[in-house]
């Protein structure tokens, strides 16, 4: 059974509501799995009651993608076995998170795979002022503290703060305010068996920064999350891209908000350059795809690389599994049409991570003739060129609805990005029944990314099968003002 887990992210800024239903375009739902994330009120939020196996641990976020975040440490502690519990409204714009979670254990599973978070700790004392966190360290059981301020033990004390930049001196005074714990094992700043750290949080207004802290917060250092991923996957040192590689960031958020794990099968429809199976498979997934790109598909054509005007013979997709060392769980990735698919009848995947293509800097197609012809003999010959049409982008959603219905697994995961027109932010919502199944509209994480001259954002959306033919939260068949 999975346990239980209180969130409590607490500083000002924006407000998301969790729902089920469809906001106007101005918001955008998160659904947790497990429950949605109700209110929080001004001030200092109240804590649910933690029971006796809860341990607050305090998360601090990397400030990008802030969209992201709920959802990524909501999956991720979903598949760490870990649920949430009560309605809390959620205020995404602070980079320090409260998480009441039940083991350690968990904890560190959690930033085993996160890319949004940087460290946790395990949560001692916090206040508004110097005075409430010296009085909140008085009040924390000293059996909890203990363990680690044996005297045959060696720490370290480091100070992190947050849109503010203090001398050394400033610092040192601020270690020195703590004598009054009982350190009493050996000072090692190189490699010591024990951090804690000091977190100051001066606000997110660089230009209206305070004198002192709104909030202080003292803990022990329990892991970082993989924030150097980004780095170690970037598509600058990449061997084989296309023009709308994904950001390795976002590829790595897409495989925790599919779950991805060990042995499981992801699929691709819209493979391109195969970026997003390199997260999957740093994950330890099996992970294939499919194209209607012949050309991508055998790295074939223009190079997408600046001063570079072909590709050279070992691009492809096997080539960039190759380059991180992940080769072995490349299943194949294969030319074929995704409104026409070549799948067996059953359940296939674990997880459909994707990336369709929108018109804007890919062409949407697909094979066929919107012409009414009789079939020729000539068709079946080897030379015959397929002749391939457009493909509506509300089709290409509809049809990726559709087969994630019918392939994925039970409790599988879609993963998708999709456009929204940016100037007014129209959404045209039609409703559709198919096999049993109705997709209704419904809003997700809003991320700008700009695409080109028509300035579209993209949404990143999930779904999760709960019964056969049936995903969690469908969407309409939609966006006719993209053509």
Not at 156 to 178: E, G, V
Not at 292 to 304: E, Q
Not at 368 to 387: F, M
């Amino acid at each position: 059974m999975p346990q239980s887990v209180m969130f409590q992210p607490y500083r000002s800024g924006s407000r998301v509501l969790a729902s089920r239903r469809a906001l106007p375009p101005a918001r955008f739902p998160l659904v947790p799995p497990g429950g949605a994330c109700g209110a929080v009120g001004g001030g200092w939020p109240e804590m649910a009651a933690a029971g006796p196996a809860r341990q607050r641990y305090l998360l601090l976020l990397a400030q990008e993608h802030l969209e992201f975040r709920l959802p990524e440490i909501t999956s991720l502690l979903s598949l760490c076995g870990g649920q949430f519990s009560s309605q809390q409204e959620v205020r995404v714009n602070s980079p320090f998170w409260i998480l009441n979670i039940p083991s350690e254990e968990m904890a560190r599973g959690l930033m085993k795979r996160t890319v949004c978070a940087k460290s946790i700790f395990e949560l001692w004392g916090r206040g508004r002022s110097a005075g409430e966190l010296y009085a909140s360290l008085e009040n924390y059981p000293m059996d909890k503290m203990l363990p680690y301020l044996q005297p045959d033990s060696t720490y370290k004390i480091h100070i992190h703060t947050f849109n503010k930049t203090l001398t050394q001196a400033q610092k040192i005074k601020k270690i020195d305010a703590l004598e009054f714990l009982p350190f009493r094992g050996k000072v090692n700043l190189k490699n010591p068996e024990h951090i804690f750290w000091i977190l100051e949080d001066y606000g997110t207004d660089p230009n209206n920064v305070p004198e002192e802290p709104f909030d202080l917060y003292f803990g022990r250092w329990i892991a970082d999350g993989q924030r150097e991923l980004i780095e170690s996957y970037s598509i600058k040192k990449r061997h084989f891209i296309g023009n709308t590689s994904m950001d390795a960031c976002l590829s790595f958020i897409m495989a925790n908000h599919g779950r991805v794990k060990p042995n499981d099968i992801v699929y691709d429809p819209f493979v391109g350059t195969g970026g997003l199976l390199i997260s999957s498979a740093h994950f330890g997934a099996y992970v294939c795809g499919t194209d209607i790109d012949y050309n991508t598909i055998h790295g074939l054509g223009k190079a997408s690389r600046k001063n570079q005007k072909w590709r050279g013979p070992d691009e492809n997709i096997r080539a960039n599994l190759r380059q991180y060392g992940l080769e072995k769980y490349y299943l194949d990735a294969l030319v074929s049409d995704s409104s026409r698919p070549i799948w067996r009848k059953g359940t296939l995947f674990d997880a459909i991570i994707t990336d369709p293509p929108y018109g804007i800097r890919e062409a949407t197609r697909r094979t066929g003739s919107q012409k009414e012809s009789v079939k020729s003999s000539e068709r079946s010959t080897e030379n015959h060129i397929i002749i391939s049409s457009s493909y509506h982008l509300s089709d290409i959603f509809f049809d990726l609805l559709k087969f994630a219905a019918e392939y994925l697994v039970m409790g599988g995961r879609l993963v998708y990005w999709l456009p929204i027109y940016r100037p007014d932010q129209a959404f045209i919502c039609l409703r559709r029944e198919t096999s049993g199944t109705l997709w209704q509209s419904a809003y997700f994480i809003k991320s700008e990314r700009l695409l080109g001259i028509l300035h579209a954002r993209k949404v990143l959306g999930s779904k999760n099968k709960t019964s056969e033919n049936s995903l969690d939260t469908p969407l309409s068949k939609a966006y006719s003002y993209f053509t």
